[in-house]
């Protein structure tokens, strides 16, 4: 497999974790939308796109996104940190749908998307710098966790 285009999207706020949207092409033939940058405590990365997860209320079943605190149909208090925890401790939020299954995958994934978006970055620095049309993403304001 190879990736045969990265496009960049760059995010304007600049305090913000999240520095680009990117849409990837593979093979001239499929292409991958929503691959965010992140700002990690350890660098750049690579988040492939994703979903929140949710969870169904005990009492009436009512769906309601991990971090809720109530039910959002019957305002049942939920219990914190009910997900699925990772090694750290740390609960799951999102769970990515589409990614790589192997190591290697996703290391050359990982260095094209951040050598195209440190391209884009010094791109950007021109007076003249006409960001890239990547079509409306639905971004809600938060970022899956660092892996
Ligand atoms: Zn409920």
Known sequence: MKISEVRVKMVANKDDRLKAFCSMTLDNDFVIRDVKVIEGAGGLFVAMPSRKMSDHCEKCGGKNHLRAKYCNNCGTSLSENRGRQD?????????????????????????MIIAAY???????????????DLDDYDYEGDVPETT
């Open 87 to 111: 090694v750290k401790g740390r609960v799951k939020l999102h769970a990515d749908i589409a990614h790589p299954i192997n190591a290697q995958c996703r290391k050359d994934i990982q260095e």
């Open 118 to 132: 440190a391209e884009e970055l010094k791109r950007s620095e021109a007076p003249d710098y006409k960001p890239v």
